[in-house]
């Protein structure tokens, strides 16, 4: 059973303003990576002055939906319409209020620290927590360019892990319950859920040879000069494609050269292979952990990791746990839909439409 919580703006007040569960309906929400708890939409039965008080007076309050002691989704409302009889309310996550502010120190030093200062600096509702953000070894100045400096902290963070580090892994960050900050290198070693294909409303993946780069160069400054990185390349996917792709990763500015080669090789690592791109992944009501327990579907999340375990024929099966396109995905954006009780998932795959798509639904 969920629940659906209001709260004071103040994120660290305990105070209820109230419990509006039966009041809600049409409920949707989810998560993402880069950011945790995403976006919330929902309809609220309302008469006329309830709906202008929510109207003049909610906006940025604190929402939580929980389900017993867990946190399914936390975040504040930013968008509020009314119509005859009912409101209509979303809220988003706390990575939001990374975008309330620019940060402009001046910096030299690796992601992490850069990320932390910027949070300690102009993110004031973020917990001070900062233990389960994980050091990474590339330098970043801010040096490099005029789009280096006065970012919102959004932007910086997506600027900053696009330069990986040097394992050459993606890097997610991710706001999550009390605000508590995350960055850590995606790692698909562990199950999270397991299900099988009855266990999906709807079931489509789809895979483009034009996600695939196996060689691979960046662009940036050096000394004043337009210069470019060393090639990199990945000849068993040239072998395995039959085919020789060759990315040129745009400007970077006045970056090292460590760095230019850094994020150079970040790209190889995740486009020598071609992964899934969404079409549809729509799970029902319940799956199973590890353990093979069962559990709302409400509880998937951006950043777990999920198994079909009836996808590929046996033949075809390794039996290691590893992120395989095959049938175990590492999960960048979770939907649930309340009154269909299905949740939406997309496994982990660069599309810049993706986004877009889940806002227009919403």
Request: net charge neutral; proline share 2%.
């Amino acid at each position: 059973m969920l629940d659906i919580k209001l709260y004071q703006r103040d994120p660290t007040s305990t105070a209820l303003e109230a419990d509006i569960t039966a009041l809600v309906d049409k409920l949707r929400f989810g998560s993402r990576l880069h950011g945790g708890f995403h976006i919330c939409n929902f309809r609220l039965r309302a008469d006329m002055a309830q709906a202008w008080s929510w109207i003049t007076d909610k906006l940025f309050r604190r929402i939580t939906i929980s389900d017993n002691k867990r946190v399914i989704w936390e975040g504040r409302i930013e968008d509020i319409s009314m119509t005859a009889g009912e409101v209509g309310v979303t809220a988003y996550g706390f990575y939001s209020h990374l975008s309330d502010q620019p940060y402009s120190t001046a910096y030299n030093t690796t992601a992490d620290a850069i990320i932390k200062a910027a949070l300690t600096a102009v993110c004031p509702k973020i917990n001070s927590d900062q233990s389960n953000i994980a050091a990474t070894n590339i330098t970043i100045t801010s040096a490099a360019g005029d789009d280096y400096l006065d970012l919102n902290v959004q932007e910086l963070v997506e600027k900053m892990l696009d330069f990986s580090d040097s394992t050459s892994k993606r890097w997610y960050f991710a706001i999550w319950e009390n605000r508590v900050p995350y960055l850590k290198a995606r790692s698909a070693g562990a199950i999270t859920w397991q299900v099988t294909l009855k266990d999906f409303v709807q079931f489509k993946l789809a895979y483009r040879g034009k996600d695939l780069w196996n060689n691979v160069y960046a662009i940036y400054t050096a000394a004043g000069s337009l210069t470019r990185t060393a090639e990199a390349q990945n000849t068993d996917s040239q072998t395995k494609y039959g085919y020789l792709r060759k990315k040129a990763i745009p400007q970077l500015g006045s970056v090292a050269a460590a760095a230019a080669e850094a994020q150079r090789n970040g790209w190889l690592a995740e486009y020598k292979d071609i992964w899934p791109r969404l079409t549809n992944m729509t799970l029902g009501a319940f799956v199973r952990d590890s353990n093979n327990q069962i559990y709302p579907s409400y509880w998937i999340r951006a950043g777990d990791v999920i198994r079909v375990n009836d996808l590929v024929p046996a033949s075809v099966d390794a039996g290691s746990v590893e992120r395989d396109a095959l049938r175990t995905f590492y999960i960048v954006e979770a939907e649930y839909d309340a009154d269909k009780g299905t949740c939406r998932i997309i496994p982990d795959t660069e599309n810049s439409k993706l986004s877009t798509i889940i806002a227009k639904k919403l």
